[in-house]
């Protein structure tokens, strides 16, 4: 029983391990602020591959690809 329990424990251990990481995603938009997020091919910037638009007015716009390398603002709606 307790070695079954072990070898199950060890399978669901190397499941975690073993899973994909998905780029990574931008921290939510605050309230009564305008969000702008661009996505680039490197971590240097070299090419813009993708990005988001997130406007004061609730109203959202994303093109192009996701990646791990992205520069994100904030700006405070008037």
């Known amino acids: 029983m307790i070695r079954r329990a072990l070898v199950a424990a060890a399978l669901a251990a190397t499941a975690l391990v073993a899973l994909p990481a998905g780029p990574a995603q931008a921290r939510a938009c605050a309230l009564g602020s305008a969000c702008v997020t661009t996505y680039y091919s490197d971590g240097i910037g ?9 406007g004061c007015d609730g109203s959202y716009y994303a093109w192009g690809v996701r990646t791990i390398y992205k520069d994100w603002s904030e700006t405070p709606c008037s």
């Open 46 to 54: 070299t090419q813009v591959v993708g990005g988001s638009v997130e």
